[in-house]
């Protein structure tokens, strides 16, 4: 038989999914290891998809997706962050945020060219970077720093081969935000070395600062080389409908619809009327469903440090980041144990990258009860340490 892939082949398997494999076949575990919404879609959101059912709405869209969507998220993305796009030739609906990323490097990459990859990360970003030709080249964030990039080490890693930064603000597994003034120096080095960003906002409506999520394409000289990916899992609890989208310059986005329209053709019909009706009127559902995470959070640091596991203040995501280091095990060893032990899963932080390791990925994307079991289960773990 021929060789298949090499580079397919080398792609390791999620270490957030080899936990929730085994979750799955243990009745009384509780997991605090996806990353979904406890919450149901909202009603009128779900209605709409319904009711564009009922009228037959089943067809193809276009391959960038309704135009009416586009409208309403250009309209909507404009008015919130002050990022201008036109929906004609800079929006395309994609099948989740997900296919965004992968469209967006496929659209950048030849064959060699260096994509920057701060870690720790969302699991998905090296292979795509990998199966698009790229070259992923990580830097390893510093807990001292709360897990921002700083102009240092993006400065350190730039080559004449560097062709693409991936920021993910607020980050999936650390919960960490940049501002304004962190995003700042880091646009200014983009512009000087000629680097476009990945800019994967799928977290934008879950940050829990005052001033809200920033996003660095509205910085000056930065919309003509930013791809923003977004979508409605995360803020609208619309993880099944799968339906992302990604917002940039004419020119990549019409490689990005290029590349779509061969391999998907268009996303879910359904999905996207239901999602016209969300970014209408869903404000007040991301409202009500970010302060409740806002509680959990709050309640889950204070108990987390109390027990002896530090972790910086997550400002965004629904995600806390532990520091297990005093209890002399790795990530997977720890993880491992407290799911034979005491039948609560976590991810161990190196499934993210190397840089974290000693770490844990603790999701409060669950029902407070949920929590307050999970962390007395905790407690007798480490006690027992």
Same mark, same amino acid.
């Given at each position: 038989?021929?060789?298949?892939?090499?580079?397919?082949?080398?792609?390791?398997?999620?270490?957030?999914? /080899? &936990? &929730? @494999?085994?979750?799955?076949?243990?009745?009384?575990?509780?997991?605090?290891?996806?990353? !979904?919404?406890?919450?149901?879609?909202?009603?009128?959101?779900?209605?709409?998809?319904?009711?564009?059912? $009922?009228? +037959?709405?089943?067809?193809?869209?276009?391959?960038?997706?309704?135009? !009416?969507?586009?409208?309403?998220?250009?309209?909507?993305?404009?008015?919130?962050?002050?990022?201008?796009?036109?929906?004609?030739? $800079?929006?395309?609906?994609?099948? +989740?945020?997900?296919? #965004?990323?992968?469209?967006?490097?496929?659209?950048?990459?030849?064959? #060699?060219? $260096?994509?920057?990859?701060?870690?720790?990360?969302?699991?998905?970003?090296?292979?795509?970077?990998?199966?698009?030709?790229?070259?992923?080249?990580?830097? @390893?964030?510093?807990?001292?720093?709360?897990?921002?990039?700083?102009?240092?080490?993006?400065?350190?890693?730039?080559?004449?081969?560097?062709?693409?930064?991936?920021?993910?603000?607020?980050?999936?597994?650390?919960?960490?935000?940049?501002?304004?003034?962190?995003?700042?120096?880091?646009?200014?080095?983009?512009?000087?070395?000629?680097?476009?960003?990945?800019?994967?906002?799928?977290?934008? !409506?879950?940050?829990?600062?005052?001033?809200?999520?920033?996003?660095?394409?509205?910085?000056?000289?930065?919309? !003509?080389?930013?791809?923003?990916?977004?979508?409605?899992?995360?803020?609208?609890?619309?993880? #099944?409908?799968?339906?992302?989208?990604?917002?940039?310059?004419?020119?990549?986005?019409?490689?990005?619809?290029?590349?779509?329209?061969?391999?998907?053709?268009?996303?879910?019909?359904?999905?996207?009327?239901?999602?016209?009706?969300?970014? /209408?009127?869903? @404000?007040?559902?991301?409202?009500?469903?970010?302060?409740?995470?806002?509680?959990?959070?709050?309640?889950?640091?204070?108990?987390?440090? $109390?027990?002896?596991?530090?972790?910086?203040?997550?400002?965004?995501? &629904?995600?806390?980041?532990?520091?297990?280091?005093?209890? #002399?095990?790795?990530? @997977?060893?720890?993880?491992?144990? =407290?799911?034979?032990?005491?039948?609560?899963?976590?991810?161990?932080?190196?499934?993210?990258?190397?840089?974290?390791?000693?770490?844990?990925?603790?999701?409060?994307?669950?029902?407070?009860?949920? =929590?307050?079991?999970?962390?007395?289960?905790?407690?007798? &773990?480490?006690?027992?340490?």
């Amino acid at each position: 038989m021929r060789e298949i892939s090499k580079v397919a082949d080398s792609i390791k398997p999620s270490g957030i999914r /080899k &936990f &929730f @494999d085994i979750v799955s076949e243990m009745p009384d575990a509780i997991s605090l290891g996806v990353g !979904e919404p406890d919450f149901e879609t909202p009603w009128h959101v779900v209605d709409e998809g319904i009711y564009s059912l $009922e009228r +037959g709405k089943t067809f193809y869209t276009s391959n960038s997706g309704l135009m !009416e969507l586009r409208s309403e998220l250009c309209r909507w993305y404009g008015q919130k962050y002050n990022v201008h796009y036109d929906p004609l030739k $800079e929006c395309l609906i994609t099948v +989740g945020g997900s296919e #965004g990323i992968d469209l967006a490097l496929r659209a950048l990459i030849n064959p #060699g060219d $260096e994509v920057i990859i701060p870690e720790p990360c969302y699991v998905s970003y090296v292979p795509c970077a990998a199966l698009a030709g790229g070259v992923p080249v990580t830097i @390893d964030l510093k807990n001292e720093n709360q897990f921002k990039l700083t102009k240092q080490e993006l400065e350190a890693a730039i080559t004449d081969k560097t062709k693409v930064l991936i920021l993910s603000y607020p980050n999936n597994p650390t919960g960490a935000v940049m501002t304004r003034e962190d995003l700042l120096p880091i646009a200014d080095l983009c512009k000087k070395h000629d680097i476009f960003v990945i800019s994967d906002e799928i977290y934008s !409506e879950l940050t829990y600062a005052e001033k809200g999520h920033f996003s660095i394409g509205s910085l000056p000289g930065m919309k !003509e080389r930013t791809i923003i990916v977004n979508g409605f899992s995360k803020a609208y609890a619309m993880t #099944g409908w799968r339906l992302g989208y990604a917002l940039a310059p004419e020119r990549v986005a019409g490689l990005m619809t290029k590349i779509h329209q061969f391999c998907i053709m268009c996303a879910p019909t359904t999905s996207q009327y239901a999602a016209v009706e969300a970014v /209408k009127n869903g @404000d007040k559902d991301i409202a009500m469903m970010r302060k409740s995470y806002d509680e959990r959070r709050r309640f889950l640091y204070k108990r987390l440090m $109390e027990l002896g596991m530090p972790a910086f203040e997550p400002m965004g995501a &629904f995600y806390i980041f532990p520091n297990i280091k005093s209890f #002399g095990m790795s990530s @997977d060893e720890f993880a491992t144990r =407290l799911l034979k032990e005491e039948q609560l899963a976590v991810v161990p932080g190196n499934a993210f990258g190397d840089s974290g390791e000693g770490f844990l990925r603790i999701s409060y994307a669950y029902s407070i009860d949920q =929590l307050k079991e999970a962390l007395e289960r905790i407690e007798r &773990f480490v006690s027992r340490l």
